[in-house]
């Protein structure tokens, strides 16, 4: 058998529990797989900033997929970022999804994440929701001005609105105008907005490649829908039993839900 020498996880609803908190027995079940030579990466749809202080309780400092793999990076306690490989959206396609979303639901929040940052054009109840659960506050800004002068990249676009707005907007950016994009819901009532190829999945088979590692040396959980691609590219596939079924059909192992100790009994049989 392989050795397992990178473990990579999602973070909402995989390894942090349904109060958004590590496990004590996670906690040490990471750092003894460390211990023992293991890189852990953390892959999320957060920005690498809302993903520090996990890390930081897990005591690692590796590199991150962040916005479900449209940047890897490292980043510092100023925010600083070392960026391993990033994929963003389109400047032009960025404009037309805000132009579109403003014009047409003028009561939904169209949210841009660009490296560390997140701007919003102003705050309401979902940025504010938002915000209690990765750990900071967005820069409020007119966003059209700010894709008009932009110079740094958007790594990914978030649309929250009630659950009948989104399937609107979900629909018109399947026109033929958004081709490059890829859409999808990571909750009935959020949109997320990436780069057509982007996934966990593909950062992870990048992060192979560079540490020359073949994927039956990466130990993979997660929780959801675009979790999957990413358990069927590492060797050893792990869904959380809070998956989905379909989810957790796609997956080699299933194991407790979040709130339990599943990660960590995993881990123990590798380290």
Partial sequence: MTAIQLIVSDIDGTLVDSTGQLLPATVSGVQRAVEHGATMVLASARPPKGMRTIAQQLGIDTTMIAYNG???????????????????????????????????????????????????????????????GIGFEPRVTDLGQWLTTATAPVHKMMIMADAAIITAVEQALTAT????????????????????GVSKASALTTLLADD??????????????????MLKTAGIGVAMGNAPADVQAAADRVTTDNNHPGIQQILAEYF
Wanted: aromatic share 8%; no cysteine.
């Fill in 70 to 132: 449209a940047l890897t990076a490292k980043t510092d306690a100023n925010d600083r970022l070392t960026v391993v490989e990033q994929q963003p959206v389109p400047l032009a396609l960025a404009r037309r999804v805000n132009q579109l979303v403003a014009t047409n639901w003028s009561t939904a929040s169209v949210n841009i994440y660009s490296n560390n940052d997140w701007v919003v054009a102003r705050m309401t109840a979902w940025e504010r929701q938002e915000a209690d």
């Fill in 177 to 196: 105008d958004f081709n490059g994009l890829t859409v999808y819901r990571s909750k009935d009532t959020y949109l997320e907005i990436v780069a057509a």
């Fill in 212 to 229: 020359q590692l073949s994927p039956a040396a990466a130990l993979a959980f997660g929780d959801n829908y675009n979790d999957v691609a």
